[in-house]
């Protein structure tokens, strides 16, 4: 049974590029493999709540000295905590806005750096990540071109999301990008072509 989480981070709903290209991912995962078990996150519609205070104090307390109320605040991070460990390929949806990532997404990323949990320190001091053996999918758009050019300088979508996910040791990556979709002569096969590109090891 392979395990397949589908996170989306769009404001566009049903006309969004990076989910429908986050779909097409999916679809090619399920027809690798026929036994699979679909989740699907959308960050935006459930709102995903930016890391508090509160919840950020109870990761650095020990589990047995935790009360009722901080348990309850802990419990979205354990939850998505656990729904990462447990998938085996992750498709994430990002479309680039402002240059960078939906702060849905970033609000999903502090809920699920966890020291001890997904990440921890070797003896030399330098971080080893703990969530490993993971097939990642990157499903980006974009409204001009930002992979070749001088738009590379203002993609901090793809640097930011494989520098966090190899942190975490998920280093298998494969970014997939629909590009140009509010470029003349571009827009009109972006979407296309980067579904025609998309290969499912």
């Given amino acids: ?23 097409a991912i999916v679809e090619h995962i399920q027809n690798k493999y026929p036994e699979n078990q679909l989740e699907e996150l959308d960050l935006v519609e459930t709102e995903m709540p930016h890391l508090s205070p509160a919840v950020l104090r109870t990761f650095f307390t020990p ?41 849905s997404l970033k609000a999903w990323i502090d809920h699920i750096t966890r ?17 490993t053996g993971k097939k990642v999918y990157i499903a980006m758009s974009s409204g001009g ?19 966090f996910l190899g942190f975490l040791g998920m280093t298998d990556v494969t970014v997939i990008r629909a590009e140009g979709l509010k470029v003349p002569g571009l827009k009109e096969y972006a979407l296309e072509n980067a579904i025609e590109s998309i290969r499912v090891d």
Avoid: C
């Fill in 1 to 23: 049974m392979t395990r397949i989480l589908h996170l989306k981070s769009s404001l566009m709903g049903k006309e969004s590029y990076s989910i429908k290209l986050g779909n």
């Fill in 145 to 163: 071109v930002y992979s070749e050019g001088p738009g590379i300088a203002n993609d901090f979508v793809v640097p930011y999301l494989k520098a």
């Fill in 63 to 103: 589990a047995d000295q935790l009360t009722e109320r901080e348990k309850e605040s802990i419990s979205l991070s354990d939850q998505l905590v656990n729904q990462l460990m447990s998938a085996d390929n992750i498709v994430i949806g990002a479309p680039l806005i402002n240059f960078t990532i939906h702060s």
């Fill in 115 to 131: 020291a001890g949990i997904t990440f921890g320190y070797g003896e030399d001091g330098r971080p080893v990540g703990k969530v």
